[in-house]
């Protein structure tokens, strides 16, 4: 019954979003806490940005919880327990992992994460010769040559880098690519005249984002929905016709 009213809650909420108060959109948020009756000490909302990982008897390695600004820490603590728990099993056995052609056999003792780059915070330049410039000086480069160069309005091109970086430019190849087919979706056009948001992006998001379902373009690769639920209605026929 609870569940039931959760859902009809957030139903409202939606519906009513911008039609009061001139709200453009609302959502909520339900904080997850399936540990409440684990024993576990803490707040509730210490709880849900917290993450654990847990390994059963069979070898199930489980990430639980977190947030999406500490996944690479997430991750880098999942694997060094993994690498962890292998080394104690065979301990245990008297084996030497590096013997067995079943046990996994890393190329650095800990974790290399943060040698490694975003997609988005490093130029091609860089990556072929390691030529490195100011993010400054860097950005500002690549908007003017997207507005000059590639004749993209200012305002779009000022949220393209803070989006994605220097792989902004994958997302106008993305509509250039999509022109040259004859395709009629996925352009280098504005998605709705009001936002900053290119047509291009949806296709990207599918093809190089991983977006699966509108919801996952238009709630967390282009976030329109989050900004204006009206508007994202709007272009949601387009969006879906981009993906489909």
Known sequence: ?????????QKSMLQK?????????????RKVQSYRDSGKS???AKLSRAHDIEMSDSGLVSLLGG?????RTMGEETVDEILHAQKEEY????VDPCTCDSALHPKSETSRTLEFSYIGSYTRLEAINGMILTPDILYGQYKDHLIFQKDVPADVAKNLISHYGTACLRVIEEGESNKKKGLKVGLNERLHPKYPYLKSQVSYA????????PLDVLCRRVPL???DLEAAKEVLPEVTE???
């Open 242 to 244: 981009t993906m489909a």
């Open 1 to 9: 019954m609870q569940r039931e009213k959760e859902k009809f809650a």
């Open 17 to 29: 979003a911008g039609t009061y108060g001139g709200y453009l959109a609302s959502w909520l948020q």
């Open 42 to 44: 803490g707040t509730t």
């Open 67 to 71: 947030k999406w600004t500490s996944f």
């Open 206 to 213: 599918v093809n190089s984002e991983v977006a699966v379902k």
């Open 91 to 94: 301990r245990k056995k008297g």
């Open 225 to 227: 929905a989050v900004v």
